[in-house]
């Protein structure tokens, strides 16, 4: 049994939370917010984010950081990539020891464009931690939180370290494969969420599934472009935390940005959206990033364009679409080939 500090007590924290807990660890969710941390204590249910799942006995919930993080082996950050930051100087400067450090956010930081592990290797010294492993793939919060299969990806530089976490978390619910591709596997889990507010756009303008599953297909071809632009392995892109985050995030009610772009699609302003969802909607950022990096390196990424263009432009979500189904023809397969040998043509 080991002592882990999971911060972030939101609905994918809370169920990371429950797979350690069931892993008999001794675990120390964190929140930012007082109320919260005594309400969860006191109802031993976390009933904003993942209602009516009970927290086993060996989860205790903490406001104050330093007596959550007291003494622990890992520490697994679960926060919005715009807290990323200032959590991790927070955690930084009340860190005694060593530790394994875990990350499970997706999403591309807007105006720097760094992924989650780089923002959090510019603001954590390096003696504090062992490599940052990435924990990433198709997973719903509430699937896990009611032990449901599940199976994700534990990436980092390190096979010893990934390793390290692969055991942690993995138990006959909770399956874990591990990768060497940090790039991949983090651009992966991001950027199908820009995917997934276009599945929910087509949902919503009454389209088929004929024209989500050109959307997804093509979606992955324009993520394949920019990662392996960024480095990652191409063949990344046809695992867990390439295609079957994408096919989970894109097709069910449980996912954030797919309920988004459904609301996008029926004529819904982003600002109603984001206050209708209460919670982070992490592909609008994401969009934003991915879009600026893309104008910047030349890439043809013209459904992230369309998406950027409804979200922060006021465009047509049919009119986009429309523009999307007239645009040049093009060769799919010498497409792929170009990404599948790293080779894209920019």
Known sequence: MEKIAVLGAGSWGTALSLVLADNEHDVRLWTHNQVQAESINATRENKKYLPNVVFPKNVKVYHDMQEAIRDVSSVVIVIPTKAIREVCQQLANVLENKITLIHATKGIEPGSLKRVSEM???EMPRHLYNDIVVLSGPSHAEEVGARQPTTLT?????LSEAKKIQDLFINENFRVYT????IGVE???ALKNIIALGAGISDGLGYGDNAKAALM???LAEIARLGTKMGANPLTFIGLSGVGDLIVTCTSVHSR???AGNLLGKGNKLDDVLEQMGMVVEGVRTTKAAYEFARKQHIDMPITA???QILFKQKNSKDMVDQLMNRDRRHEMED????LTNRYSI
Not at 179 to 182: A, G, K
Not at 336 to 339: E, P
């Open 306 to 308: 369309g998406i950027y």
């Open 154 to 158: 534990s990436s980092s530089v390190s």
């Open 257 to 259: 940005n797919w309920r």
């Open 179 to 182: 990768s060497p591709d940090v």
């Open 187 to 189: 651009l992966g889990g």
């Open 336 to 339: 792929l080939s170009h990404i």
């Open 217 to 219: 297909t093509r979606g």
């Open 120 to 122: 959090i290797a510019e």
